[in-house]
């Protein structure tokens, strides 16, 4: 069927019948205006997203048809056809865009394991027409797709598996094939559509199969599992390698990265969640440019603005008496492997704080504000308002920042200097959440990651090695890595950098104010008992 514009000659009268006769046949009594001359202009259109006009996309179709019906196809036929939908114009691209979305999302969850290159090419093709919508200014109706049209497939009704998994596979696959930097570069670029379609398909996944009622760490099956950490670690060189070549590629893929990560930590074994975030971190060291630094803050400040975020940091003591929780609560003074063990995220936070506060004034202040921001966000919670014994418990988790304190006394209180023009970011970093968008004041408030960190008590606790226990076994490749990783980067104490800025000054005894004036009278009288005499001049030092 095609739109087309037919000129066509006007009877001067209506024959008997003329409605039924065989126009091919000559009919000699029919009298013409102006002797038979095409006076008469008709232009036909085709609204159609069964029937394309473009040749391309109808023979992809007709393709698909035949392999919905027949149950064969041949497979180097359908790569022919899915590549020569390349070509197809932009128009044609958005009149068709639901149906021909969910057709290759068909063509890419139907591909087995043989049919490797089906897969890549679906991929390719639906990366083309993110990329075309986004050049367009259309990517709305990408959104809308997302939101309202995406279905996953049922895998239990064939040998297929779920889209997200496939969707996860294809992805790492195209990430890894460097001879087509283009379509990755495409893929880094307009990420958030992949990644978005993975977390509705996992929640359908879950809910169709009644899976949601399932223990956390049973809900997917461990291939996916192992799909998602190939997916990060393909991903992490586009970001630490190539972020100077392609800036706007690189952070695009790592907001989208923290963005689904979050989405895990609802979805999946939390466990499983916060090991995507060690493989991150893993990646970033103590020597990174300013850049990769801002990226790795951004990271984990997504990751961070979790609406549960306090839940995922205290862990339910099951077994216990209330009273045995409560003593040991008040004993995680000192940010020990155990703490970072149990609370994972602020463990990282105050990890990466510490470690900050030896750079230069940017980094510095950008790990205050993080901290600064979450602190805020904690205290406006409508759900831990309702009694003071709930923000009394929040600051309890942040207790160990007072130890980082005591650590940085002399750059707190030193003579002050005049600082260079260049460094004078006071107050612009203040409050993240003043940033333009609407998105990045969802992702202001949060957190920071989890390097190396000095001596704590008199001994080395390395980032790494915490992380590789609570997530690895002992001896894997991984967790070898991960020590040898932390023996190089935090066995050597960095040397002090001087009087901090009056932003990170300001910030950070914002933060031991409003910790010391929530925690309960009982909490701090087991503090002091329990610190050693120094730190308690320490703290009265700082109140000072």
Request: include cysteine; charged fraction near 20%; glycine fraction near 4%.
């Amino acid at each position: 069927m095609q739109s087309v514009e037919l000129q066509l000659p006007v009877a001067a009268t209506l024959p008997p019948g003329y409605l039924c006769q065989d126009t091919r046949k000559s009919q000699p009594d029919i009298k013409w205006v102006e002797n038979a001359k095409t006076l008469f202009k008709v232009r036909t259109h085709v609204a159609s997203t069964i029937y394309a006009q473009d040749l391309h996309l109808h023979n992809f179709f007709q393709h698909c048809q035949l392999m919905r019906t027949t149950s064969e196809g041949n497979p180097a036929e359908l790569i022919k056809y899915l590549k020569c939908l390349h070509a197809m114009e932009t128009h044609v691209i958005i009149n068709f865009l639901p149906t021909v979305l969910m057709q290759l999302f068909e063509v890419l969850t139907a591909a087995t394991k043989e049919s490797h290159e089906i897969a890549v090419n679906s991929l390719r093709v639906i990366i083309h027409i993110v990329s075309r919508c986004h050049e367009e200014g259309l990517e709305h109706y990408l959104r809308s797709f997302v939101k309202y049209v995406f279905v996953t497939n049922n895998p239990a009704s064939g040998n297929s598996a779920a889209t997200h998994e496939v969707l996860a596979t294809a992805v790492t696959a195209t990430l890894k094939q460097t001879a087509d930097f283009n379509t990755s570069n495409k893929l880094l670029k307009y990420s958030w559509f992949f990644f978005e379609t993975m977390a509705k398909s996992m929640a359908q996944y879950l809910q169709e199969g009644n899976r949601i009622k399932m223990p956390r760490a049973q809900r997917f099956p461990d291939s996916f599992h192992q799909a998602l950490q190939s997916l990060v670690l393909s991903i992490m060189p586009h970001i630490t390698i190539r972020h100077m070549e392609i800036p706007e590629e690189a952070r695009c893929i790592n907001l989208s990265l923290a963005n689904f990560v979050k989405r895990c930590l609802t979805v999946m074994n939390r466990g499983f969640a916060f090991g995507l975030v060690n493989h991150y971190m893993c990646h970033f060291g103590l020597k990174d440019p300013k850049v990769l630094t801002e990226m790795k803050f951004d990271f984990l400040m997504t990751v961070c603005n979790h609406e549960h975020f306090i839940p995922l940091n205290l862990p339910m003591a099951f077994g216990r008496t209330k009273l045995q929780r409560v003593q040991e609560q008040s004993l995680e003074f000192s940010l020990t492997e155990e703490y970072c063990r149990n609370h994972f995220l602020v463990g990282l936070l105050l990890r990466e704080v510490a470690e900050a506060l030896q750079q230069g004034p940017e980094v510095r202040q950008l790990a205050v504000s993080v901290l600064k921001n979450l602190l805020i966000k904690h205290a406006m919670d409508d759900r831990y308002t309702a009694f003071k014994n709930q923000q009394a418990r929040i600051c309890l988790l942040y207790l160990p920042l007072l130890e980082l304190l005591y650590q940085n006394l002399k750059q707190l209180s030193a003579q002050p200097y005049t600082s260079s023009s260049g460094l004078g970011l006071n107050g612009s970093r203040d409050d993240l959440i003043t940033t333009s968008s609407a998105d990045s004041r969802r992702i202001s408030t949060a957190i920071d990651k989890d390097h190396g960190l000095p001596a704590q008590n008199g001994h080395v606790v390395r980032r790494e090695d915490s992380r590789g226990s609570l997530f690895m076994d002992p001896g894997t490749p991984d967790s070898i890595e991960l020590q040898r990783r932390g023996s190089t980067m935090s066995c050597s104490t960095m040397p002090p950098i001087g009087r901090l800025g009056q932003y990170e000054i300001k910030g950070l005894l914002l933060s031991f104010l409003h910790i010391v004036k929530t925690l309960s009278e009982d909490t701090l009288n087991a503090y002091w008992n329990k610190v050693n005499p120094q730190d308690i001049m320490n703290f009265l030092s700082l109140l000072e």
